[in-house]
């Protein structure tokens, strides 16, 4: 067997797409939805994610500004620049980019943003909206896999999911989000006794723990969808997922790649989260 391929590039092209024409029809009521970043010190990794987001913005007309703090700013600092951004008309996206230097209690700097512009998905409001099955603004990684696999035609209802990981970004969201869609999740994490035995369970597995290549080949059902939201890099400067993808590839019908799958699909995501705060936006002026 060999799996077809979940391209998260192709698939994000198509909700960008979707999204100029969300844009377009904001535009002709006076509104150009606003994302604003908040970057904070030198790490390279972050500066070319917010990089990659302000790309993403300008191609499907987004207005986007970067907000840029030195690595010794205080706490005071960037929760007075949160708070006018929270105030601000034009813009209806906010997102700090992590992670955050040691001065600065991520907690609370995310819980400063507004629920209503967290197009993240952190705020507490937001999280617990999905316990009771709703989703406001969504985390974007986790609305990315579900996007790609209702892309692909996955059914999830009545289907054993597992999610390896139990991150707040990532792993408890997309629980629940599956949870939501009717399918049976399981959460395991890289300290789960006999990790094989549940994931060789999985219709569905999607790995999120940030351990290059944990799950291979023998740990996955024949015919699988395997989604991996781990990006590692090597100490050859290679780039891989927390999934053997060549062994896994042999088991699985659907898989996607690292790079090139679901970190596509979280930008994607960002900007259509951006879009759907505008919208909101103006039903709440409208009323």
């Given at each position: 067997?060999?799996?077809?391929?979940?391209?998260?590039?192709?698939?994000?092209?198509?909700?960008y797409?979707?999204?100029k024409?969300?844009?377009?029809?904001?535009?002709?009521?006076?509104?150009?939805?606003?994302?604003?970043?908040?970057?904070?010190?030198?790490?390279?990794?972050?500066?070319?994610?917010?990089?990659?987001?302000?790309?993403?913005?300008?191609?499907v007309?987004?207005?986007?500004?970067?907000?840029?703090?030195?690595?010794?700013?205080?706490?005071?600092?960037?929760?007075?620049?949160?708070?006018?951004?929270?105030?601000?008309?034009?813009?209806?996206?906010?997102?700090?980019?992590?992670?955050?230097?040691?001065?600065?209690?991520?907690?609370?700097?995310?819980?400063?943003?507004s629920?209503v512009?967290?197009?993240?998905?952190?705020?507490?409001?937001?999280?617990?909206?999905?316990?009771?099955?709703?989703?406001?603004?969504?985390?974007?990684?986790?609305?990315?896999v579900?996007?790609?696999?209702?892309?692909?035609?996955?059914?999830?209802?009545?289907?054993?999911?597992?999610?390896?990981?139990?991150?707040?970004?990532?792993?408890?969201?997309?629980a629940?989000?599956?949870?939501?869609?009717?399918?049976?999740?399981?959460?395991?994490?890289?300290?789960?006794?006999?990790?094989?035995?549940?994931?060789t369970?999985?219709?569905?597995?999607?790995?999120?723990?940030?351990?290059?290549?944990?799950?291979?080949?023998?740990m996955?059902?024949?015919?699988?969808?395997?989604?991996?939201?781990?990006?590692?890099?090597?100490?050859?400067?290679?780039?891989?997922?927390?999934?053997?993808?060549?062994?896994?590839?042999?088991?699985?019908?659907?898989?996607?790649?690292?790079?090139?799958?679901?970190?596509?699909?979280?930008?994607?995501?960002?900007?259509?989260?951006?879009?759907?705060?505008?919208?909101?936006?103006?039903?709440?002026?409208?009323?």
């Open positions: 067997m060999a799996a077809t391929l979940l391209d998260g590039a192709a698939i994000a092209q198509q909700v797409s979707r999204v024409q969300r844009v377009h029809n904001l535009r002709n009521q006076g509104v150009q939805p606003g994302l604003a970043a908040v970057l904070i010190g030198d790490n390279p990794a972050s500066k070319v994610y917010v990089k990659n987001k302000a790309r993403a913005c300008s191609e007309g987004l207005h986007s500004e970067v907000h840029r703090f030195a690595e010794n700013c205080t706490e005071a600092e960037v929760l007075a620049l949160l708070a006018r951004l929270n105030r601000d008309p034009r813009i209806h996206g906010i997102l700090v980019q992590l992670p955050l230097p040691p001065q600065l209690d991520p907690e609370r700097v995310l819980q400063s943003i629920a512009k967290d197009v993240d998905g952190f705020n507490w409001l937001n999280l617990g909206a999905m316990v009771a099955g709703h989703t406001l603004l969504a985390p974007c990684t986790p609305l990315g579900v996007t790609m696999l209702d892309h692909a035609r996955v059914t999830l209802e009545g289907a054993n999911a597992v999610v390896v990981g139990r991150s707040v970004i990532v792993g408890k969201p997309l629940l989000m599956l949870i939501a869609r009717g399918a049976t999740v399981s959460v395991c994490n890289s300290k789960t006794y006999d990790l094989r035995r549940h994931t369970s999985a219709d569905i597995l999607v790995a999120a723990v940030g351990k290059p290549r944990l799950i291979d080949g023998t996955i059902k024949p015919g699988a969808v395997v989604v991996d939201v781990g990006i590692n890099r090597l100490a050859d400067g290679k780039l891989v997922g927390d999934v053997d993808f060549a062994s896994a590839a042999s088991v699985a019908s659907l898989i996607t790649p690292v790079p090139g799958g679901v970190g596509r699909m979280t930008v994607a995501m960002l900007i259509s989260n951006t879009v759907t705060a505008a919208e909101r936006s103006t039903e709440t002026v409208s009323a």
